[in-house]
């Protein structure tokens, strides 16, 4: 069984321009989350998606970041524009069970986003 | 204000030693709690939880103890090995809420 994928596994882009940033989870898992690590500090939560809808977007730096599910499948990430401060490590996970939050969370092997 | 605490940012333990690792939490309303493994470019790969029903868990040589009047909890490995070389998350949740809550990390080095 593939795991979580992530692409690109790095990118470096200068501040103002756009990225976005691909998540495939494993198949037949319908929550997907997004976390970033920032300068070696704690994992921090993003969002969640139950299918294709956003259960829980709380995490959300600001609105210069959008994520999408559609098809509730892969998952994209876009920061728009990039900012100095969104630098960092984003993860994206999988689980499969719809009920609770004690479902094991699989991580894929994030993406590494600089911002000159 | 963070949730979840790792007060140590690394530890070195001789290879066949008992290896602990700490996290402080403070927020009551956790029921379970994670220890997430953490090799160099790779994503953090799930190790070991309890719920807070309990106050301790074991998985061969990884145990968690939990102790929910001090709000502490510890990952021992016994005996330790060189690929236990890592670093180790702590992470916390509560029931109705899917969103992991992470300590910042200790990096584990077990010297040969």
């Known amino acids: 069984e593939a795991g979580v994928t992530q692409f690109p596994s790095h990118s470096v882009i200068e501040k103002g321009q756009t990225v976005t940033l691909r998540c495939d989870p494993i198949s037949g898992h319908d929550n997907l989350y997004w976390y970033r690590r920032v300068m070696g500090k704690e994992i921090k939560f993003l969002l969640h998606f139950v299918k294709e809808s956003k259960q829980d977007e709380s995490g959300m730096p600001n609105n210069r970041f959008l994520a999408e599910r559609t098809g509730g499948t892969y998952s994209t990430l876009k920061v728009q524009p990039a900012e100095l401060e969104d630098s960092g490590v984003y993860f994206c996970a999988s689980s499969h069970l719809l009920a609770g939050s004690t479902d094991t969370q699989y991580f894929g092997p994030g993406t590494r986003l600089t911002v000159l | 204000d963070q949730q979840v605490k790792q007060n140590s940012p690394s530890l070195s333990v001789q290879e066949g030693r008992i290896s602990i690792l700490n996290c402080d939490y403070t927020n009551s309303m956790f029921d379970y709690f994670l220890w997430y493994k953490k090799y160099p470019a790779e994503g953090p790969t799930f190790l070991i939880s309890i719920s807070s029903i309990k106050d301790k868990n074991e998985d061969g040589r990884f145990t968690v103890f939990l102790n929910k009047s001090a709000k502490h909890l510890s990952l021992h490995i016994v005996p330790s090995q060189p690929g236990d070389s890592a670093v180790y998350f702590c992470?916390?949740?509560?029931?109705?809420?899917?969103?992991?809550?992470w300590g910042a990390g200790t990096k584990l080095i077990i010297k040969p």
């Open positions: 992470a916390a949740a509560w029931d109705s809420n899917y969103q992991l809550i």
